[in-house]
Each structure stands twice: as C-alpha cells, then as structure tokens.
C-alpha cells in the first residue's frame, strides 16, 4: 500500500500553530489568546485561513469564539466531541470549488431552459423570500435551488454531484463556520443574485448564466471571509 503524501489542509495546519502558540505561552482554560489581527501577523497567515483555523477549533471545544470579546482557549475540549477529519475539506475550499464548477453547470442549464425550470426556480425564489429569518429553511432552499439548475441540465451525474458537494455544508465544522457569517442581510444578498441567475438561465444567455453563478458564489466566498470578531479595545 502507498503511503498517503498529501499535505495537510491549511486551515489544519493553520489550527495547529494556534494551538502551539497555546502550549508555548501555557495559556489556560479560559485564558485570552491575542487578537485576530495579532494571532495572523504572529503566525504570518490569512485572516480567512486564520477564521477558518479558529472555528475548526472551536467546533473541536479548543477555543471559544466570543463576540465583542475575543478569542479563548476552550474551557471544556470534549474528547467525545465532534472531529473534523485530518483530510476534511474546508468551506472556503468548498465555495471555490462550486464557483469552478456550478458556474458551468448554470451555462449549460442556460442552453438548455425550459419553463418547467424557470417554474421550479421561481418557486423557490418565492419561498427564500418568505424564509429570510429561518436559517434551517433557507440553507434548505438554497441547497434546492443550485440542485434544480444542475437537474435542468438533463444530466443525472451533474445533479447529484452538485447535491453531494452541497451537502458537505451541513458538516459540523461548515455549519459552525456559516453560523459566524450568514444571516438575513447575507441571506437577501444570495436572493438577489440567486435571481440574476435565474434571469440569466431564462433568457439562454450562457455567458451571462456563468457569470452569474460565479460572482455568486464568489461573493458567498468573501462574505464568509469578513471578520467575525468585534473585539473589546484591550485596555494600555
């Protein structure tokens, strides 16, 4: 049997020099770990790989993200707890990974429209707008929706991959992370361009259909890469 010689996830690697830092400065349960800013200028890396270090960690009970405070070390690291896999994908690896792909999915759906999609499409746009202030709902319409355009395409192994990478949103750690970033303002936000695809895929313009769908997708992206923390001024 082959070795496995992949590297690991950033994010991965990125939480295991959070905790490093934790053993090095000996920081205890409850004890203060430095800002977001200071932790990524510390360990030389990308606030959006740093917030994605965090929550894996604080899905894991390491740390404790708490708004208008900081960050803690976890006060309760469950060994039952949920674990994120060594190898488990991270949701901005995700969302890059669905601009790539769905944005080609929604120009072929484009060449393909028929009104049975545009019904089905519109119904759940419907829906969404009616559901802006129920999470469980919404990432449930959402979901409904990337899938429907990816079924209009007439191509079962396209529907049901987009339904499977989709579904890697419901993980622990991506739930715990879209937690931090969505909300009904980000929720209206993919309304709106979940609609623009929709009119795009209705007139059959393809070009306009892929645009579309990957400046939605890449929007989810940086909405998931804004700060999520609104730190207490540390008093000199």
């Known amino acids: 049997m082959l070795n496995d010689t992949r590297p690991r996830?950033?994010?991965r690697q990125v939480a295991d020099?959070?905790?490093?830092?934790?053993?090095?400065?000996?920081?205890a349960p409850g004890e203060r770990l430095p800002s977001e800013r200071d932790l990524a200028e510390l360990l030389s890396v990308s606030r959006p790989s740093l917030r994605e270090a965090l929550i894996a960690l604080e899905v894991e009970g390491h740390v404790e993200i708490r708004m208008g405070s900081g960050i803690y070390v976890g006060t309760h690291p469950a060994p039952e707890g949920p674990r994120i896999g060594m190898d488990a994908e991270g949701p901005l690896e995700i969302l890059q990974a669905r601009a790539i792909i769905e944005s080609a999915i929604a120009e072929?759906?484009?060449?393909?429209?028929?009104h049975d999609l545009i019904a089905r499409l519109d119904d759940n746009l419907q829906s969404m707008g009616q559901a802006l202030n129920d999470r469980s709902r919404m990432v449930a319409l959402d979901g409904q929706f990337h899938i429907a355009i990816a079924?209009?395409?007439?191509?079962?192994?396209?529907?049901?991959?987009?339904q499977q990478i989709y579904e890697k949103r419901l993980s622990p750690f991506?739930?715990?992370?879209?937690?931090r970033f969505e909300g009904p303002r980000t929720w209206r936000l993919a309304l709106s361009e979940h609609g623009a695809i929709r009119d795009a895929i209705a007139d059959g313009d393809a070009s306009a259909a892929r645009e579309a769908m990957r400046h939605h997708l890449s929007e989810s992206q940086r909405r998931?890469?804004?700060?999520?923390?609104?730190?207490?001024?540390q008093q000199a």
Do not use: P
Not at 151 to 162: C, K, R
Not at 174 to 179: D, I, L, Y
């Open 9 to 11: 996830r950033q994010y």
């Open 108 to 114: 072929e759906a484009a060449r393909h429209v028929t």
């Open 174 to 179: 991506f739930m715990q992370f879209s937690t």
């Open 224 to 233: 998931f890469t804004e700060s999520f923390l609104v730190e207490r001024h």
């Open 151 to 162: 079924a209009g395409v007439g191509n079962s192994v396209l529907a049901n991959f987009t």
């Open 17 to 27: 020099q959070i905790m490093a830092l934790v053993a090095t400065q000996a920081l």
